[in-house]
């Protein structure tokens, strides 16, 4: 995109000349995201609310209108989806972000409670200096599957995050199985691209 | 349900309100074994541990502003912890408790109550099988309870006149609950939830799914309480639990009559302009509520009182009038819309006020009076700003719309005050007070009364059995003797010190000063010759050739006068000893108006052993 | 060999000083005595629900209750009045005493 105006950002700029995918259509997910330059093909990097971490959203996906800012700052809550609604299989992000948490210990057992389950996380290498990352597939049916992941720094910052993998009522187990493989791999490198954004206020 | 050790309902009213007070460790601790004390009649056996959200060091806890005290109990049967959860820090302000969990977003709070009672598990030693029992109003209680349904933080859930659970919020906490809402209603994410479920069906499915932890959930809600009254009205807010309702103010038929029938939109601008003026009268009185509400620099007006000082603030100062304009842009029109609201439903709301009890025709009057006072002079602004920025400056000036858009500035400066003024007195918002009121535990407790005890504020009332109904505050009664004893301890002490004081000050002092005179006078005697300027200075000049030979001081010494304080230290010593006994007739005064059953005795004696 | 000579003055043989502080002082134990008593009978007023509940056991108690805190209240202001005439005094006497009588004997060689 060029419309001579680099320095506007997405939300700031006029719909007619963004890039004409959910992301950038949607009014609410365009004030979300830095700028029309893609991460990776189909990526957009996404800045949240408080400003105190960013991912990779992916340009067919739209926030949710209950996503918000809690108190000063401190927490914040962001969801989003496949905008459209029919697609074969819906992904939906369920993000937390604590400004301190006293240790990882609590959040597992957390998250754990709020699974229903044991959840067996497993760390993945994080590309990202001082950042822990670790991931946990639940118990899933025919139709749907859940990620749940815990980012954390040394400062205690955290992100809890429930993703849901469900297919279309009407697609085969065996076709939802496969789609739901492809979606994880998708899922998986969006939590990958969550960073905590160590100059907040910038 | 096994029975907890403080499984009493009034109880947790009372201490719940009790902690919004915040105190000390050993002060609540004394409060428990007081309450527990008058509502048993026993003395509570049992190690007490206390922990405050204030001293979490480094943690969301206080970050959110979550505020809460977690109480341990061992009485050697069992182990329990109760934590109590504040509604908001500023009190039972219902206003700003109704504007959290009905816009109902933000889930900092149930985590952070969460990552409290984790937290003071480790700190006070609790054993992971003990009974974790949450007690909170308000909004305490919606927090304690999303807390319960979304993470599974307690095992019981007692709350009063408690904001309601939200199952959107709900959805994205608990996913257990998720995946079954999933499955019921083939939805696929929150849009599709909100877009194709009705509330109504989430709602039922949200009571049915969350059967037996409801069970472990029990509420007190009074009739009258706003707060309860808006449940309805907003979607996805559940009431679960068993829930028993009181009728705390006879007087008027209750918040659900009053808000029947008038849209939910409505009540939301009402509810939007009641907190739009408390939060301009709370920083600071009527004259700053124009500032507040329009976002004014008043001073810019200071020299505008008529339609010419306008015209040459507006020529010579564009600047102000530029940065007034912007400000009136930004609030006028969201105000003036809530405003219309309310005045095109004024029968409605203010006519159904005054049948309901809550204000006086008069009262109806003059609201109506002055708010439609308040829209002419906005629409007037409103028209003048559409001018404004449709015309050039010279334009504008000419225009029809200035003259009026002005006298309007001019209004909101010096008459707005008094509108304000006259809704003031006509004892309207004094009058809501009785709706805000409901709110509150201490009416709750009020229309709790059995037998010969009742409640006033959080303290228990016997009325005398014996001789005239006398109301007695037994609350009061058994912290004056149990509390006064240290404060006659303290005045003995300070007596003490006044006897030093005496001692010091004065005998001591004077003393002191009698030997550096002596001390002088010795310096003077034993070697005159470095005196010698006495000779000039009593005028034997010249000094030169004069030799020092001896001084004599005739020193003369008065003992000190009106230092004896033995009198009044000895009357200060005997009302010492006669409080202890007025406090023991004050006892025995009170038994006596009581029967022995009521075992009022028992009470003062127990007061004295924790 | 000069003359002996003798007079007598009265001499300020220490500089004056105010000790009024001392006041601050004194009253500093009765304002903490006020403070008692004046918490220890706002813990009787809550006692009585409302001022106009009559009876014979209460009134008396509200009798005797009255004349404590009128008792109480009289004593620390005596007291507070007879701190500030005692510290005057003790300015007074203490100022007094640093002036005395003194006589002085030189011996004058003034040659003649």
Known sequence: MSNGKESLSPSEMDPKDLPDVPAFQDELTRDYLESTESVREGYYTLVSATNTFTLDFPEDMVVDETSMAGNEGNSESLIFYYDDNDADVMDQFIINYYSSIPNIEYSRDLMNRRAGEELDFKKVPSENENQHLEIAEMDSDDSTSYIAAIVRNEKKQEIQVFTSIICREDIENNQCDSLKEEEKEKVSDVLKSIQFNNDKGK | ?610 | MGQKRTFQATEQLIPNKDYSDKKKALKTPIDGIRENDERFFSYVSKIIISEDQKGKIIDAMKKETTSRMNHDEGLCEDVTRKINKAVNTFNEQVAEMKKQRISVTYEDHNME
């Open chain 2, 1 to 610: 349900m096994a029975k907890g050790i403080l499984d009493y309902e009034l109880m947790a009213m009372r201490l719940t309100n009790k902690e919004y007070e915040n105190m000390t460790a050993d002060k609540l601790k004394s409060t428990i074994q007081q309450i527990y004390l008058e509502e048993t009649g026993s003395l509570l056996d049992a190690d007490i541990k206390i922990f405050h959200s204030s001293d979490t060091e480094d943690s969301l806890i206080n970050q959110t502003g979550y505020n809460g005290t977690a109480i341990y109990i061992d009485d050697g049967n069992q182990e329990e912890m109760y934590v109590i959860s504040q509604g908001t820090t500023n009190g039972p302000d219902w206003s700003f408790n109704a504007k959290g969990p009905l816009a109902g977003e933000s889930i900092d709070q149930p985590q952070a109550t969460d990552l409290f009672v984790e937290q003071a598990k480790n700190k006070l030693g609790v054993d992971e099988d003990a009974k974790v029992i949450s007690w909170g109003h308000s909004l305490g209680h919606h927090n304690n309870a999303e807390a319960y349904l979304g993470y599974g933080t307690f095992d019981e859930v007692y709350g009063m006149n408690g904001a309601q659970v939200n199952a959107y919020q709900l959805f994205d906490m608990n996913i257990d609950f998720q995946k079954a809402v999933i499955e019921k209603f083939k939805v696929r994410n929150d849009a599709d939830l909100r877009q194709r479920v009705s509330a109504d069906e989430l709602e039922v499915f949200t009571k049915e799914f969350f059967k037996d932890e409801s069970k472990n959930i029990h509420q007190i809600i009074s009739s009258d309480d706003p707060l309860n009254g808006l449940t309805p009205f907003v979607p996805g807010m559940v009431e679960l639990g068993q829930i028993e309702v009181v009728d705390t103010n006879p007087d008027v038929s209750g918040i659900k009559e009053l808000a029947k029938d008038i849209p939910p939109e409505v009540i939301k601008d009402v509810q939007d302009l009641a907190l739009i003026y408390a939060k301009a009268d709370n920083a600071g009185g009527t004259k700053e509520v124009a500032k507040q509400l329009f976002g004014v620099n008043m001073d810019y007006l200071k020299d505008v009182n008529s339609f010419g000082s306008f015209l040459s603030w507006y020529t010579f100062n564009q600047g102000e009038f530029d940065e007034t304009v912007k400000a009136l842009n930004k609030s006028v029109p969201p105000l003036l819309d809530k405003v219309r609201v309310v005045l095109d439903n004024k029968d409605l709301i203010f006519g159904r006020l005054q049948e309901t009890g809550y204000i006086s025709l008069k009262e109806k009057d003059t609201m109506i009076e002055e708010l439609e006072l308040i829209e002419s002079h906005l629409s007037t602004i409103e028209d003048g700003l559409n001018a404004n920025s449709s015309l050039s400056g010279v334009q504008f000036l000419q225009d029809i719309s200035t003259v009026a858009f002005g006298g309007s500035l001019v209004w909101i400066k010096s008459s707005l005050t008094s509108s304000i003024e006259c809704m003031k007195e006509s004892g309207f918002f004094e009058s809501l007070n009785k709706i805000v009121a409901s709110h509150s535990i201490p009416e709750l407790l009020a229309a709790m009364s059995k037998g010969n005890k009742s409640y006033f504020g959080t303290d228990m009332v016997y009325t005398a059995t014996n001789g005239d109904p006398i109301k007695v505050n037994i609350s009061a009664a058994l912290r004056m003797y149990r509390e006064t004893l240290p404060i006659l301890e303290e005045k003995e002490t300070k007596i003490r010190n006044f006897e030093k004081a005496v001692k010091e000050e004065l005998d001591d002092s004077y003393k002191d000063e009698k030997r550096k005179v002596q001390d002088e006078i010795d310096r003077m005697e034993s070697s005159p010759g470095s005196y010698r300027d006495l000779l000039a200075k009593h005028g034997h000049l010249p000094a030169f050739n004069k030799e020092m030979k001896t001084i004599k001081v005739h020193e003369v010494f008065y003992p000190l006068e009106n230092n004896d304080f033995d009198e009044e230290i000895h009357e200060l010593k005997k009302s010492v000893e006669s409080g202890k006994l007025y406090i023991e007739k004050y006892r025995k005064a009170i038994e006596d108006l009581f029967d022995e059953e009521d075992n009022v005795s028992r009470l003062f004696d127990f007061s004295r052993r924790f």
